[in-house]
C-alpha cells in the first residue's frame, strides 16, 4: 500500500477492495507504520477504493486508537461515503468527499468578485472560482461560513460543494438572478441615494443579528493575528494597534468583514451579500469602515481607484457613502461627529498594517 507524508501528515492511499479476504494484510501493512500514529496526523486517501466491508471498517477503527489526532478519509466517493453513513462510521472520522469536476467550457460569466470569478454553470447553479493564489484552507472557510451565516438569517447565496475545474478551484452557489450594486450603480448613477438606502437598511439588519459565540470568529481576532504577523519589535506603531483593536466595543452580533460595491447583489429591493470568508462577530465599525475606505477613503488617496475597481466616479461613490451613513445613523446624530473620526482611525490602522504586511510578504519572497 503506497503512503506518503505531505504537511504534517501521514497518508495512505487505499485501492481497489478491502474486505476480508485481505483485511489482515491490509491491517499488517498499516502495523508496520505504527510507531508513527502517535506523532503525527494520519489520513486515507480513498480516491481509487472501490469497496470497504465490515473487516476493512474495523482495521481503520484499531487505527483511529492509535492515532493522535482524528483520522481523515479523503477523496471519499459517494458509494464509498454511503458504507460509512450506514455503518455509523461516518461519525468516528473527519470524512472528506471527493471533489467534484467540471468544466467551464460553454459557460458565461456573471461577474466579478473580491477574490474570484462567477460564471453560470446551469439554470440553477452558478461556481465562483477563485485565484491560483487562494488557500484551500480560506476556500472552505467561505463555504462553511455562508452556511452559518444562511442559519442565522443573514442574507446571502446558499453554498453547494467545492469543485474543481480548468481555471482552478471554486464554490458552486444557486443561482442568483441579480446583478452587482456596482455595475447598477454605473448603469443608474441617478438611482445612487436610493440603492444607499436600501443597503443601509440591510446592513443595520444584520448588525442586530446576534451569532452565539463560537459558531464565527471574533473579527478582532484577524487584526491580532495581522498583527502578530508582523512581529516586528522596532515598530511603536503596533501597540498603537492593537491598543486601538482593544478599545472597539465587543459585541455578539454579525459583520461581513469586507462590505463594498461589489460584494452586494441587487434584484428588485432584495439584496445579498458575497465574498463571506471575512465573516465574524464584531462591532459594526468593521464593515463600516471597510465600506467607507473602498468608497471615500481609498480615492483620496490614490484618485482613480472606484473608476478602476467599480467603474464609478469618485463623485458617485462619495455621493453614495454619505447617503449610506446618514440612513445607517439615523437618529444617532450626535453620534456622527465621534463615528466619523473613529473611521477615519481606524482607515489608517488597516492600511498600515496590510501595508506592512504585504512589505514583509514581498521581503520573503524574494
Known amino acids: 500500500m503506497k503512503n506518503d507524508f505531505k504537511d504534517g501528515t501521514l497518508i495512505f492511499y487505499l485501492e481497489g477492495r478491502i474486505d476480508s479476504s485481505n483485511a489482515d ?8 507504520e505504527n510507531m508513527l500514529f502517535d506523532t503525527v496526523d494520519v489520513a486515507f486517501d480513498a480516491e481509487k477504493l472501490d469497496y470497504i466491508s465490515s473487516a476493512g ?40 468527499r471527493k471533489m467534484r469536476q467540471i468544466s467551464l467550457k460553454g459557460c458565461s460569466k456573471i461577474s466579478s468578485a473580491l477574490n474570484g470569478e462567477i460564471y453560470r454553470l446551469s439554470d440553477d447553479e452558478m461556481v465562483k472560482v477563485f485565484g491560483n493564489s487562494v488557500p484551500m484552507s480560506d476556500i472552505k472557510k467561505e463555504r462553511s461560513y455562508a452556511q452559518t451565516a444562511l442559519a442565522f438569517d443573514i442574507p446571502t447565496l446558499i453554498p453547494y460543494d467545492i469543485v474543481q475545474c480548468e481555471l482552478g478551484y471554486g464554490i458552486v452557489y444557486e443561482i442568483a438572478e441579480m446583478t452587482s450594486l456596482s455595475y447598477l450603480l454605473s448603469k443608474n448613477p441617478q ?7 436600501m443597503l443601509a437598511v440591510m446592513v443595520s439588519e444584520i448588525h442586530n443579528t446576534e451569532i452565539p459565540e ?42 461581513h468583514g469586507d462590505i463594498n460595491l461589489n460584494s452586494v ?33 481609498i480615492e483620496r488617496k490614490k484618485p482613480g481607484y472606484c473608476q478602476n475597481t467599480y467603474g464609478l466616479s469618485g463623485d458617485i461613490c462619495l455621493e453614495f457613502w454619505t447617503a449610506f451613513f446618514d440612513t445607517y445613523m439615523g437618529h444617532r446624530t450626535t453620534q456622527i461627529a465621534s463615528m466619523n473620526e473613529l473611521l477615519l482611525k481606524y482607515f489608517v490602522l488597516k492600511e498600515n498594517i496590510l501595508t506592512k504586511l504585504e512589505e514583509k510578504h ?5
Open 25 to 32: 494484510r491490509f491491517e499488517a501493512e498499516l502495523m508496520d
Open 57 to 96: 471498517l474495523r482495521v481503520l477503527l484499531k487505527i483511529k486508537k492509535t492515532a493522535k489526532s482524528t483520522i481523515r478519509i479523503l477523496n471519499v466517493s459517494d458509494e464509498i461515503f454511503d458504507i460509512f453513513d450506514v455503518t455509523g462510521f461516518s461519525g468516528f472520522f473527519e470524512i472528506e
Open 191 to 197: 438611482k445612487c441615494r436610493q440603492y444607499a438606502a
Open 214 to 255: 463560537g459558531k464565527l470568529p471574533d473579527i478582532k481576532d484577524r487584526y491580532r493575528e495581522w498583527i502578530n504577523e508582523i512581529d516586528d519589535p522596532n515598530d511603536s506603531k503596533l501597540n498603537v494597534f492593537s491598543n486601538l483593536i482593544s478599545s472597539i466595543q465587543d459585541s455578539p452580533t454579525y459583520v
Open 265 to 297: 447583489l441587487v434584484k428588485g429591493n432584495e439584496m445579498l451579500l458575497l465574498d463571506m470568508s471575512g465573516s465574524g462577530r464584531g462591532h459594526a465599525i468593521f464593515d463600516l469602515q471597510a465600506l467607507f475606505a473602498s468608497c471615500v477613503a
Open 362 to 366: 514581498r521581503l520573503s519572497t524574494k
